[in-house]
Nanobody, 127 residues
Framework: QVQLVESGGGLVQAGGSLTLSCAVSGRTFSNYAMGWFRQAPGKEREFVAYISWGGLARYYADSVKGRFTVSRDDAKNTVYLQMNSLKPEDTAVYYC????????????????????WGQGTQVTVSS
């Protein structure tokens, strides 16, 4: 079966950095776009970043643009989220997700475009 396993979360001070990883198994990783979402307590899950098949397109939420970078290593079946200049409002559980398709020019921010999800990893940014 398809499995997504996130790692790399933790506690960091404001202004610090973290890199999240998401290892995928059970499907041909390189054929699918990938996304990162997050969910803070009491809030809905929100889009963070997207990377298409082959890394041809990358999109970010306005709140993280310029601070976060999404990348993928198809040889390792892994997608990454490099997070710099972290803020307390970045505190959330971060989820990676495997998309239904390989390339989107729209709709990539919708959870409905993703059919497999990881279990999430906690990121806490202290002020």
């Amino acid at each position: 079966q398809v499995q997504l396993v996130e790692s790399g979360g933790g506690l960091v001070q404001a202004g610090g950095s973290l890199t999240l990883s998401c290892a995928v198994s059970g499907r041909t990783f390189s054929n699918y776009a990938m996304g990162w979402f997050r969910q803070a307590p009491g809030k809905e899950r929100e889009f963070v970043a997207y990377i298409s098949w082959g890394g041809l397109a990358r999109y970010y939420a306005d709140s993280v643009k310029g601070r976060f970078t999404v990348s993928r290593d198809d040889a390792k079946n892994t997608v990454y989220l490099q997070m710099n200049s972290l803020k307390p409002e970045d505190t959330a559980v971060y989820y990676c997700a495997s998309a239904i398709g390989r390339y989107y020019t729209s709709g990539y921010a919708s959870t409905h475009q993703y059919d497999y999800w990881g279990q999430g990893t906690q990121v806490t940014v202290s002020s």
